[in-house]
């Protein structure tokens, strides 16, 4: 998975879960602000655990180009 792909998977899940709170929030109208603030923290941690996962594939490479280059 490259760069673009990890934030953009952070991205569509953090909409999807935006959309399904305006919706239950159109339901439950007294909760609007609490599932928007929520939606928010859903999506930054979506996008932050992508762009960690994006490092950990990049250190793998890394690693083992080092190891097969014999350094």
């Known amino acids: 998975m490259n760069l673009g792909q990890s934030i953009m998977t952070g ?3 953090a909409v999807g879960f935006f959309l399904t709170c305006v919706f ?3 339901v439950f109208s007294d909760y609007l602000i609490i599932l928007f ?3 928010f ?3 930054l941690i979506v996008t ?3 762009l960690i ?3 950990i594939g990049k250190l793998k ?3 083992a180009q080092k ?4 350094d």
């Open 11 to 13: 991205l569509v899940a």
């Open 24 to 26: 239950v929030g159109m």
């Open 37 to 39: 603030m929520l939606s």
């Open 41 to 43: 923290f859903v999506g």
């Open 48 to 50: 932050c655990t992508s």
């Open 53 to 55: 996962i994006y490092e």
């Open 61 to 63: 490479e890394e690693v």
């Open 67 to 70: 190891s097969s280059s014999g």
